[in-house]
């Protein structure tokens, strides 16, 4: 049994000591979660029963089957679909009993559900019985409830708990025991599923020649990305594919191979649009993911830096490489995909997202945050991105001339450059590939571009005038410093009045 395993059977075991009546187990797998606390509680000769609105009553163990029997008399079991009906039978459970409710957050926003939950309160306190409702990550419990129920949250499986799976699905096949760099490999890739979702993707991609590891990434891919807001960077870029910018690839490259290295980027790209409108938000949406974001962060110390700048200016890129570069997994993290107009949804899908990071990160992630407006985020984030905050300027000269040899190598074009002056590296590229495809020269493609310095100047201005003295530098050490006066001046021709 993992860490994470062991500390949420001690919880379930620390209520029952204490006979807490009615427990709400978040879980990703029910079966697991079940499985776990049959586990725990296997000296334990009280009755187990669980209900579901199809199967109607089932028995876990002799005592269940003999309980569900004194209480139902005649009544077939499996015709008590109603969780209205199968709470009023419990009133009379023996001492002692489990009733699992399968299902529960599906339930208890009726009025007669939440009361019959609440009615057992006592009953069950007094007889050391348990309700346990068994519900999906991040579900919130009704207002009436809150105060009454014993949350408890069973984490995706560890490591260890992975590593069981490959091991007895090699067991299973008949193969022997896989190879420590396999299981090794197996288990990266699994981390973050829960353990069915885990073990059928593995089951898929073990053939007759062993794991495919590369198919297993890609069925974890497609699993993640069911919950919203999420996805895995499939990109292969790393910093030796981006030019310039080299203070902060360099600052990145120690994080990522230094000393409790993170083992996932979170890069959530212009968030502060995630933000906008915080401060009118009169549905506490916002400000209930602002706080469910810091304290995940704070309670797990995790690290985080900002960068801000100009569009096109490789902050994107930078973010996104830096998992490559480092040999671990990118995901995005879309705040704004989470959010819901449903009371309470918002919460749940951010809060499933976290528990995926946290099982993949296993306590070690780096935030990574793009934005281009940082005055719009609330004060209390941007403190919590403890690794500094970065100002992109547009690239030098000297930055140009690395995007451009980049660029011009991966389309195959080359010949005469266009006046790059004031042009991002985004712009760069995007000249590159359109004299690639339309088979044009570099400055017949250039007549296609408007430079962001020019298209959005004032904006530009602002940011420097802001960031300077403020944030630090991507390209140099130290902190970015912007002299108005000595900016190249915009390319273009003075014409004298005549006999000047």
Known sequence: MSRSSDAFVRQFRAARRVSTPIVNVRTPDPESSLSLIKSALKEDQAPLVQWDTVRGLVHHNEPGRDEISRLLGEIAPSTVISPIEVLTQFYRAADDTILFLSNAHRFWSEPAVVQGIWNTRDVFKAHGAMLVLLSVPGALLPPELVQDVLTVDEPLPGPQDLERIIFELYRSAGFGAPDEETAKRAVDALIGLSAFPAEQSAAMCLHKDGLDVHALWERKRRVIEEIPGLSIWRGSETFDDIGGCENVKRYLQAVVSGEEAPRVIVFCDEIEKAFAGTGTDTSGTKTEMTGTILSWMEDREADGVIFIGPPGAAKSIVAKATGNTGGIPTIAFDLSAMQNSLIGASGERLRAALAVIDAI????????????????????????????????????????????????????????????????????????????????????????????????????????????????????????????????????????????
Do not use: H, M
């Open 361 to 500: 990160s296993q306590g070690r992630s780096l935030w990574i945050a793009t934005c281009n407006a940082i005055t719009t985020l609330p004060p209390e984030l941007r403190r919590r991105f403890t690794l500094g905050t970065y100002f992109f300027d547009l690239p030098t000269a000297e930055e140009r001339e690395q995007i451009w040899k980049i660029y011009e190598t991966r389309y195959g074009v080359s010949g005469e450059r266009p006046n790059d002056d004031g042009w991002t590296g985004a712009e760069i590229k995007d000249c590159c590939r359109k004299a690639y495809r339309l088979r044009l020269s570099l400055t017949g493609s250039a007549s296609y571009t408007v430079p962001v310095s020019r298209s959005a100047a004032e904006q530009i201005k602002s940011l420097r005038q802001s960031a300077s003295g403020k944030f630090l530098s991507a390209s140099a050490p130290g902190i970015y410093q912007w002299d108005e006066n000595s900016v190249t001046p915009s390319v273009g021709r003075r014409l004298r009045a005549a006999g000047e």
